[in-house]
């Protein structure tokens, strides 16, 4: 599957984040050692509920997307049961917008 972040911090601060980049891989080839290397944690990421946006445009403007995304989890009866995260569903050499799906975990009530 595409790469994604996991954004731990409860808010977002351009001067300190803890992001956490995951890279999909298939059951049983790790542990993976990068160039450099560093030995890559192997886990799995929890599944569950989620609400999905999909925003396509800059990343300058993904915030409008994560407020479309919060309103919606509020007027649905949910509340966000987790980190978000962003899939980058396009990689930088595409020619195009970049398309990022972003997910948030959620709980009912």
Known sequence: GPPFVVYHDAE????SIDTELVCPVA????PLTTPAGRTLAERTVPGG???VIV???PYDTIGEAYQALAGWIGQHGYRVGGP???VYLTSP???GP???????????G
């Open 49 to 51: 509920e989620a609400a």
């Open 98 to 108: 970049p398309v990022t799906e972003i997910r948030m975990p959620v709980l009912k």
């Open 27 to 30: 059951p049983g080839r790790g």
């Open 12 to 15: 977002f601060s351009m001067e």
């Open 84 to 86: 978000p995260q962003e």
């Open 55 to 57: 925003h396509v445009g």
């Open 93 to 95: 050499q595409d020619p």
